[in-house]
């Protein structure tokens, strides 16, 4: 019954390699997100999608490419991984945008290790 | 972009003290909020603040909206081991804006 959950929990690739990481919601909200902490843990937003379109884009590099193909599912796919990828990875959700959208809902994250 | 204070950085506390924590905005925010993340988990909502000078308990937490919401406070009584964690702030700038800023957070440890 869990809200936000995502997969795999832990992800160890070799540098170059190509990996995605899922996320889904059952909480029937509109705006999915994915975030990164870094080892410092600052979280720092990537990407938010709304009923299936991309509303934030941060300055993250083109390797990264989210995919939304329902509005309960946002995946993350990484290209090239680098060294300087290796984080944990939150997938989040909230309500529609504009109405309590405030308040995200969090996934149990995916650490990433590139080797 | 918006950046947010937090203080202090870490904190190590004996069990059944007071904790207080804060950050702070060189931006006005219409919305505060203060999650948990225990280890391996992602952050949990614990309260969200949204009109200047609110005051919201949600057991023993208090968390406070400053009167120049530019800034907003975290307090925890009678801190127990499970209190153990990184506590955020985050801010939302308000109508429009759906994107929330987080604080670097404040790790506390509490020795039993």
């Known amino acids: 019954d869990t809200a936000v959950s995502q997969t795999p929990k832990y992800l160890v690739t070799q540098m170059g390699n190509d990996k995605s990481i899922k996320c889904e919601q059952n909480?029937?909200?509109?705006?999915m997100y994915w975030y990164k902490q870094d080892s410092k843990k600052f979280l720092k937003i990537m990407f938010s999608?709304?009923?299936?379109?991309?509303?934030i884009n941060e300055t993250v590099p083109n390797r990264f490419s989210p995919k939304s193909p329902d509005k309960a599912h946002l995946n993350l796919h990484i290209n090239s991984l680098e060294l300087g990828d290796s984080a944990v990875y939150f997938c989040a959700s909230s309500q529609a945008r504009g109405l309590a959208n405030e308040k995200l809902f969090f996934g149990s994250g995916t650490q990433l290790s590139v080797l | 972009g918006q950046q947010l204070n937090q203080s202090p950085q870490s904190m190590f506390i004996q069990e059944g003290e007071d904790v207080s924590m804060n950050c702070t905005s060189s931006?006005?925010?219409?919305?505060w909020l203060w999650y948990k993340q225990d280890p391996g988990e992602g952050p949990v909502l614990l309260i969200a603040l949204y009109k200047a000078g609110e005051l919201t308990s949600n057991g023993r937490l208090t968390a406070q909206f400053g009167i120049t919401r530019k800034d907003s406070f975290l307090n925890i009584s009678a801190s127990i081991p499970s209190d153990v964690g990184i506590y955020f702030c985050a801010g939302q700038l308000g109508a429009g804006s759906y994107q929330l800023t987080f604080g670097k957070g404040t790790k506390l440890s509490v020795i039993p």
């Open positions: 909480l029937g909200h509109d705006t």
């Open positions: 999608y709304n009923n299936k379109e991309l509303i």
């Open positions: 931006s006005i925010f219409n919305t």
